[in-house]
């Protein structure tokens, strides 16, 4: 199943990821406000991967 993961599958994850663990970060550290906006960015960033998924499945 690993095998199907492209490198930019791979950076687009782990972007997601990052956010989301930097953002829990912040939120423990008493910045709830940066924090709830690092992690809006989370299905901002897999709705781009799954868009450029889509254009890529079309050609």
Same mark, same amino acid.
């Not at 199943?1 to 993961?5: A, C, T, V």
């Not at 809006?40 to 868009?51: K, T």
């Given at each position: 199943?690993? +095998?199907? /993961?492209t490198?930019?599958? *791979? @950076? ?5 990821? $990052? $956010?989301? *663990?930097? $953002?829990?970060i912040?939120?423990? +550290? #008493?910045?709830?406000?940066? #924090? !709830? /906006? !690092? #992690?809006?960015?989370?299905? $901002? *960033?897999? #709705?781009?991967? @799954?868009?450029? +998924?889509? !254009?890529?499945?079309q050609?």
């Open positions: 199943m690993l +095998k199907k /993961f490198l930019s599958d *791979i @950076i687009m994850f782990l972007a997601a990821f $990052s $956010s989301l *663990i930097f $953002s829990e912040l939120w423990f +550290k #008493g910045e709830k406000e940066a #924090g !709830i /906006f !690092i #992690g809006l960015w989370v299905p $901002s *960033i897999l #709705g781009f991967a @799954i868009l450029l +998924k889509l !254009i890529n499945n050609k």
